[in-house]
Structure formats: C-alpha cells, structure tokens
C-alpha cells in the first residue's frame, strides 16, 4: 500500500518556520492503529488523515472531507496549523477547484477559505472561563505549581483555565515585555508531573503586545502540551481560539494580530466573529512530498 504524505509549515510564509504538519489524503480509511503508528513514525506536533465523504469525489472537486488529528501519542479533538495545512494542500498540492472546503472533525464542521497569499479557518470560540485565583505560596492548588514551574518569578497578571479545550492560560504582567517570554525555559516534562489530574491539556503562556511597533502585534504567546507527547508547539491554532476570546475582550477589539513566539514563530490573524466563533487565518509553505510505502 502507498500512503501520500505532504508536510507543509503552516502560520508562516518562510519555509523551516510555522509548525510544521504532515498530510495524508488518503483514498480510503485506514486502522486508527495505523494512524497513530504513521504519527507517532512522523513524530511532527501533528499528522491529519483526510479522507473523501462521497465516494464519487475527487480531492480536487469535492468540497467536505473528513479530517483527523493524530500527536505522536495520541488523537486530538482540535488542531489549528493541520487544518490550515491540510487546506493549503488540496489548494495547491490537489488544485482543488472549490473557493471553500470543509472538514467534517471531532470538533464539527471546519471551513478552510482561500484568500489572498493565505487561508481562513472557520473555528469555534473558546472563551477562557473563570479566572484561577493564584497565589504562588499556596503549593497544594495544583495551578500554582504549574504556574510556578512554568513562569518562575515572573510577574502573574491572570490564570484561567478553558474547560472545554482543557488549556490552562498564564497571562504574565504587563511589565514583562516579549523578551521575557521568548527567554523563558519551561520545563515539559516538570509540567507533567505536576499536573496529573487530567484538568489540564496544554498550557498557554501570554503577554500583551506591543501594536504600536510593526507590525503591531496585539498579543504573544507560547504553547506546552507533554500531556499530549508535545513539549512545546511552535505555532498553535487551538490556542488561539482561546486566545482570541481573552483578548479580544481585554482589548475590545474584534480584529487582532498574533505572534506566537516559540523559536520557529509564526502568524495569526484573527478575527472574533458576531456569532460565537472565530475566524483564524494564515499562510502555510510546501516542505516536502513523499510516499509511505506499508
Ligand atoms: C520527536 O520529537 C521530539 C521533539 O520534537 C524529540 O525530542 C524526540 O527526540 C523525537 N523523537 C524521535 C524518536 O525522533
Ligand atoms: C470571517 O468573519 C467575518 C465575520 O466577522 C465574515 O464576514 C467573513 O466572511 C469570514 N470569513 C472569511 C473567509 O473571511
């Protein structure tokens, strides 16, 4: 059996930065063990399986796939840069003729518009949820042990965690500039063994922008996600549906511009729609082109 796979670099124009994702069109479905054991084999943040809803499609007419999300460990409910990616791929790569696809996921339907040098991802907003009441000398709130391992001394402005996506989102002072979280060292694997509940899937570290500067990023972030075998994404869409809540009401904006500030880095424009979602968009880059011969 031959298997296609793409890997493109999404959320960013420049070829060995985004995150990079693997891509498998595939013409049938495959075992959900051989999913995981092609994932696992790319061991890429990411490897999405795509798979025609009609029989009589082709990747290049038809406009609704099925779409999965496979970490090296395990399946996700949710990812942005394999969507954005799996996209570009049936635009570019499939010469898909639709002006719009969708993604039939674990997170319902998931449209990818082509426009301009990019892409626009049609994503559910996922309001960050009651604010975590931190205090760093309280050790037993298992938030502030993560909070602690992640950010040291660094000044903690907000903590909250999102229930539905299970991230947990540290916003660090205003003080602290986009240096400091560039430079901070969080530990993936102390994360882990601090937060064994199984309330927390991913951590979000967050500082305030600097607009003013080009080109007028209104928020930073990182993302850490060992629980799901990735100590840290480079550049994180689920995040940012998140994100994009947060902000969006700290700021009182509707249209942001996001740097996620891992060291590969990438780009997300967003935009928080009148009716509970959000649009995420993003340009994405070929890397490679192959053949999985099983
Ligand atoms: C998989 O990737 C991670 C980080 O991206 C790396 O630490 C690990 O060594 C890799 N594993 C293998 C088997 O290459
Ligand atoms: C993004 O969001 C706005 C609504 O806020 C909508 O009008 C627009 O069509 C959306 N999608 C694209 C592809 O731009």
Known sequence: M??????????????????????????????????QKIATEMNLSETAFITRTNPSDSFSTGSRFRLRWFTPTNEVNLCGHATLASGAM????????NPTVVFETL??????????????????????????????????????????????????????????TKKLMIRLADSCDRSVLTSLKVDAAALQSTEKSGRVKGLIITAKGSPDCQPGYDFYSRFFAPWNGIDEDPVTGSAHTVLGSYWSEKLGKKKMLAYQCSSR?????????DDGRINISGQAVSVLQGTITI
């Open 265 to 273: 880095g990438g780009e997300l424009e967003l935009e928080v729609r």
């Open 107 to 164: 997170s319902g339907d998931l449209a990818v518009t082509k426009k301009g040098d990019g892409y626009v991802m049609d994503f559910p907003l996922n309001p960050p949820g009651q604010e975590v009441q931190v205090r760093v000398c309280e050790l037993k709130c298992v938030f502030a042990c993560v909070t602690q391992v992640a950010v040291g001394n660094h000044p903690v402005q907000d903590v909250c965690l999102s229930p539905t």
């Open 2 to 35: 031959e298997i296609p796979v793409f890997v493109l670099d999404a959320f960013t124009n420049l070829l060995f930065k985004g995150n990079p994702a693997a891509i498998c069109p595939l013409m049938h479905e495959l075992s959900d063990d051989l999913y």
């Open 90 to 97: 049936l635009f570019e790569h499939q010469n898909n003729v």
